[in-house]
């Protein structure tokens, strides 16, 4: 991937914000090297590669009425009455829904594109896409507006793409009663690169669960790129739940970031599964901007083979009685490298904050690799902090004594790793969303 | 014949431990090995069982007629041998019940029987369970954590109840000898115990041996055993101690 990225004409590019933002994201991309303090942990070599594919706008071709694709942007079969789009009436269009082990509402992404099928919800949850909001003006005020995207260059990728993608808003006291979930599946055996960018605006009061599942059918060493923006706004007192599967090809990239802006009173839940991938990174930045808000920020990674996979965290705290917690445990294995970054700042008036960070990581082999930097930043007096990150391996008496029982040694391995995440799993609140994670660990 | 062990020398790290060691025990058999401490009793107990760390540099066990020594861990257990340790190990997060399922239906799939249900086991469990006085409740906390001496070793019975070995070990090496958790794990071994099982006891104490009779006392020492008698053995024991048998005073 080159620092020079491709012209792509997109809807939009004539609103002059839009256009802006777009070119803003142009500019500040820059693929980070070892040198880049926040990549340091993290090699892209997966990335090092001149053959990415980007999709053109689905929306330019419907607005030209024309299709130019011989297959079917749903099915990806051939037929003559293709629409493609929004409005496709393809009656190939895949049955893309899934069995989940809990009822909610699903949303559907195909290979990076956002398939039209809108769940039925209730009063007062709105779900549209980016592009809709940008039209009806609900956008501008969102997308990209708080993200650095000099410290952040794959949102300033996503930036520069912006266009898929959904807008989706909670009025004030609405509580939906079942998660929204976003499904994206893949498979494709072109290395594309999908950005995706999500605004949830949660309002007063209201409360929300999201579910991201990212999965993977076809051949394994299929190679994508996934590059997710996550943007939630949380007005007084609302509350988001965000559960995240990260179940991606072997060979494929996947980053992402999250960035939560909580005002008074308002919580961020979030439990982040990541098990897939050769290039992974969840990136979560919170800015706790009023009095009482608060986060947690959970995450469990396992891995093995060559591949890389970094959690990395960013909490600042900028008013008083702010609060956050995050637990991240990992099992590493093979020649696999997990890291783990972790930054709480707390600003000088955020008196009475409480932050408090744990990363604990397994290493299965004398070849994995933890790399972990936990950092502190403290500028008010009253506050209380902790941080601390440690590595161990799996315990020879544990496994001697349940081996002694009969129980195999694989099976006994399972076991004990099941346990030592089980520790982070148990912080989900959904029990039936709890029981899907485990069952997948 | 059950166990046949045939000058077996052993290793612990780079230390000698068990030197020209032989035994055999038969079906319906009741053998308890007797030594002052640090005098390797427990090395032998996890040679038997295969633990890592221990090494063997000669000799053969025959247990049931086959090669013990080519047997992974695993594969001792599901033949029949249980360790009852003097030390069990606390397992977080893993329950009592999900830890013996796996166990049970591990050596049922071993010797070609149908894996039990959850439903099943739960009810087989409990009934075992409330032969050893064991509160169910006790069933759904991790594996050993917190567990009193007393509790450890009710578990430790109920392990060996459930899974029916056809030789159990009991391991009371040490000299610390908890007299109420000995008496919970000598109703489990003295209930188990048939025509078809045997046992072997490894202790310092004879004070064991009031719950659970010996047919056969070894004194060991230096590595092997040095003498083999009938019960009054171990109650010379308890008058005179072992420095008869060691080379060294103790």
Not at chain 1, 132 to 154: C, R, S, T
Not at chain 1, 396 to 405: E, H, P, V
């Amino acid at each position: 991937m080159s620092d020079l990225l491709p012209i792509i004409p997109l809807f939009g590019d004539d609103i002059p914000w839009l256009a802006g933002r777009r070119a803003q994201g142009r500019e500040s991309f820059c693929l980070p090297t070892a040198k880049t303090e926040a990549w340091k942990y993290t090699k892209l070599h997966t990335l090092q590669r001149d053959d990415f594919v980007y999709a053109p706008s689905k929306f330019l071709q419907e607005f030209e009425g024309e299709c130019e694709e011989e297959h079917c942007s749903c099915c990806g079969e051939h037929h003559s009455d293709c629409t493609c789009g929004d409005h496709c009436q393809c009656s190939h269009k895949p049955n893309l829904y899934i069995d989940l082990p809990f009822d909610a509402y699903q949303i559907h992404f195909n290979n990076g594109k956002f398939m039209p099928l809108y769940p039925a919800l209730s009063l007062g949850v709105e779900v549209m896409t980016l592009m809709q909001a940008v039209v009806e003006g609900q956008a501008k005020n969102y997308i990209g507006k708080y993200i650095d995207l000099q410290k952040h260059p794959f949102a300033a990728l996503n930036s520069a793409m912006l266009e898929e993608g959904l807008f989706i808003n909670i009025d004030n006291n609405i509580k939906l009663s079942k998660p929204l979930v976003f499904i994206y599946h893949s498979n494709i055996s072109q290395p594309l690169v999908s950005n995706i960018c999500n605004v949830f605006v949660a309002g007063k009061n209201s409360s929300l669960e999201i579910v991201e599942y990212y999965y993977h059918s076809g051949n394994e060493k299929d190679f994508y790129f996934n590059n997710i923006v996550n943007e939630f706004y949380l007005a007084q007192q609302a509350e988001i739940k965000h559960y995240k599967f990260q179940n991606e090809s072997f060979k494929s990239a996947h980053i992402a970031l999250n960035y939560v802006r909580a005002r008074e009173g308002a919580f961020y839940k979030s439990f982040c599964l990541q098990k897939g991938a050769d290039l992974a990174r969840n990136e979560t930045k919170i800015e706790l901007m009023q009095e009482n808000a608060g986060a947690q920020v959970d995450s469990a990674y396992i891995m093995n083979g060559w591949a890389t996979i970094d959690t990395t965290t960013d909490i600042d705290h900028l008013s008083p009685k702010t609060t956050s917690n995050q637990l991240i445990k990992g099992v590493v294995g093979d020649e696999a490298r997990g890291v783990f970054q972790g930054k709480i700042s707390i600003a000088k008036d955020a008196q009475e904050t409480e932050g408090y960070q744990m990363h604990k990581a397994l290493l299965l082999s004398d070849t994995a690799e933890i790399d972990a930097k936990p950092e502190l930043e403290i500028f008010a007096d009253n506050v209380k902090c902790s941080h601390g990150s440690a590595s161990g391996e799996l315990d020879q008496d544990q496994l001697f004594y349940m081996r002694s029982r009969g129980i195999g040694e694989n099976e006994a391995k399972q076991i004990l790793i099941d346990a030592y995440l089980l520790e982070v799993i148990n912080h989900i609140d959904n029990e039936q969303i709890k029981e899907w994670m485990r069952s997948h660990v | 014949m059950l166990l046949k062990i045939e000058d077996l020398c052993a290793k612990a790290g780079d230390k000698e431990i068990i030197k020209n060691f032989n035994l055999t025990v038969n079906e319906g058999e009741v053998h308890a090995i007797m030594g002052p401490n640090g005098a390797g009793k427990s090395t032998l107990s996890y040679v038997l069982t295969g633990k890592p760390g221990y090494e063997v540099t000669s000799g053969h066990i025959w247990f049931k007629g086959k090669d013990l020594l080519k047997m992974s861990v695993e594969e001792r257990a599901r033949e029949g041998l249980f360790l009852i340790m003097q030390y069990p190990v606390e397992i977080p997060g893993v329950p009592v019940t999900s830890f013996l399922k796996h166990a049970v239906n591990a050596n049922r799939q071993y010797h070609g029987e149908p894996e039990l249900d959850t439903m099943e086991f739960i009810k087989l469990l409990r009934e075992e369970a409330k032969k050893l006085g064991i509160d169910p409740e006790m069933l759904k906390r991790p594996v050993n954590v917190g567990f009193s001496g007393g509790e450890k070793k009710r578990l430790e019975a109920l392990q060996m109840t459930v899974l029916k070995p056809s030789l159990a070990i009991l391991d009371e090496a040490d000299s610390g000898l908890d007299i109420d958790a000995v008496k919970v794990v000598s109703k489990g071994v003295n209930e188990l115990m048939n025509e078809n099982r045997a046992l072997l006891i490894i202790t310092h104490y004879q004070k064991l041996l009031t719950y659970i009779q010996p047919h056969f006392v070894h004194i060991f020492a230096d590595g092997h055993i040095v003498k083999s008698g009938d019960k009054s053995l171990s109650e010379e024991i308890e008058q005179n101690g072992y420095s008869a048998y060691t080379r060294e005073k103790l």
